[in-house]
């Protein structure tokens, strides 16, 4: 399937392709691995937790917060 024909199809048809290809790493995880930069970020983001700097929100807030910064 080219990228053109995936802009013709409709948002349902778009997210079983994403929910097909996404199931399909899932059961590949041992052929997968994380960027070199991610472990980094992890690392930096425990020290920021751990040092008080990162509010913590529970899921519903934070995608609450996130939605209201894209309107």
Do not use: Y
Not at 21 to 37: I, K, R
Not at 43 to 61: A, C
């Amino acid at each position: 399937m080219s990228i053109a024909e995936l802009h013709k199809l409709s948002a349902v048809e778009k997210l079983k392709i994403i929910e097909a290809l996404w199931g399909d790493l899932v059961g590949d995880e041992d052929n997968l691995s994380s960027p070199s930069w991610h472990e980094t970020e992890l690392i930096e983001t425990e020290k920021r937790f751990l040092s008080g700097d990162i509010e913590v929100l529970d899921w519903q807030q934070a995608k609450k917060e996130l939605r209201s910064r894209f309107e």
